[in-house]
């Protein structure tokens, strides 16, 4: 008795530490979720921010194509003026030589009878009218002159439009270019931040599989530490003293029983899905009868089973094993070690059953045999 109290208070102070450790991993693991979830909607920002950034670099390539083809265009413009403006000065310089030749020939050849002309005018409109005849004689020279310096200013002004145009364009690229190295500047500052974020996502979730198993593995020890904290419970409150009764290799594993409600062997099922052949004896008690170890061995089931029941089932070595099912309360726990005629558990009718009963089978290398062999 001493021994089982010293039992169950171990596995009392056991679960108070498993349960201490499953709260602590609880509360580990909703902060490693949160964190994942505040890691998780960062990335999502960061990506958003990054696809951003992409788009306008896209923009900035497009319109850089398009004014470096506006920049060519313009260049094209300019040389054409360049040339138009070599050709118009040509014009303008031929007009002036082939000019002064003709008027240098005039002056050379005898023309000086215009001078004297306009030196021997009788007055003032005479000499005006003289020399508005001698002007007659160079009009076309001179308009001729006048014309090509006229275009040659026009494909100045021209040139100069140009290259003020091309001017921008260029401080607009340069511009764009400028744009392009800081958006690519913050695109690679987006990616280590992104690169960031998932190395620290991805950590945290092995981190939160390692805190979730760690929780499934102590509330799984918590589970079997209450486990045998009520089958040690179950002990120490209703086990009895040991019986040992009958002439058989195995002790009467309930003489408190008032009769044999079913044999080994065939039987017409009591519950459908049962069967009819009767792997064991099943010994009609009240609830609450003390069923005890038909021999000594080691508890290898103690636990509740959807159609045996609260069940034992102790191996006895040799390929011997006998099972206990329907029972009430157990009062011993897996790897346990039980003596012959230890009080293991009472009678009940849990799982499969349809009165309070025991429910004793014997196994011999793995095939149910009568009991009453052994009993």
Not at 350 to 362: A, C, D, K
């Amino acid at each position: 008795m001493i021994l089982r109290k010293k039992i169950a208070a171990f596995l009392a102070v056991s679960m108070l530490c498993l349960g201490m450790t499953v709260n602590v991993n609880a509360s580990e693991i909703s902060e490693t979720e949160k964190k994942a979830e505040e890691l998780e909607n960062q990335k999502k920002a960061a990506e958003g921010e990054k696809a951003s950034l992409e788009d306008q670099l896209n923009g900035i390539v497009k319109e850089m194509d398009e004014t470096k083809a506006k920049i060519e265009t313009k260049e094209t413009e300019i040389r054409k003026k360049e040339e138009e403006l070599v050709q118009a000065k040509v014009d303008e310089n031929e007009q002036y030589e082939s000019m002064k030749k003709r008027i240098k020939y005039m002056y050379e050849n005898g023309n000086s009878q215009f001078i004297e002309i306009l030196c021997e005018s009788k007055s003032i409109g005479e000499f005006l009218n003289n020399a508005e005849y001698i002007s007659t004689i160079s009009q076309y020279d001179r308009d001729m002159l006048v014309e090509f310096q006229q275009i040659v200013k026009a494909v100045e002004e021209q040139e100069e439009v140009l290259k003020e145009e091309y001017a921008q364009l260029e401080n607009m690229q340069n511009s764009l270019i400028a744009k392009q190295d800081e958006l690519n500047q913050l695109l690679e500052g987006k990616e280590e931040e992104l690169e960031k974020i998932s190395a620290d996502l991805g950590a945290t979730k092995e981190k939160l599989e390692q805190l979730k198993a760690a929780a499934a593995e102590a509330a799984r020890k918590q589970e079997e530490q209450a486990r045998l904290a009520a089958a040690s419970a179950n002990a120490s409150a209703g086990a009895g003293a040991a019986v040992v009764s009958g002439n058989g290799m195995f002790t009467h594993p309930c003489p408190g029983y008032s009769r044999i409600s079913s044999e080994f062997g065939w039987r017409e099922a009591p519950i459908a899905g049962a069967g009819n052949n009767h792997k064991g004896m099943d010994f009609a008690a009240s609830t609450g009868t003390p069923i005890y170890a038909a021999a000594a061995g080691k508890v290898t089931i103690a636990r509740s089973s959807a159609t045996a029941g609260n069940w034992i089932v102790l191996d006895h070595g040799n390929g011997l094993q006998t099972y206990y099912m329907h029972a009430s309360a157990l009062y011993v726990s897996e790897g346990q070690s039980v003596s012959k005629g230890q009080n293991i558990a009472a009678v009940g009718s849990t799982g499969q059953s349809t009165g309070p009963h025991l429910h004793f089978q014997v196994m011999q290398n793995g095939s149910p045999v009568n009991p009453r062999n052994y009993l």
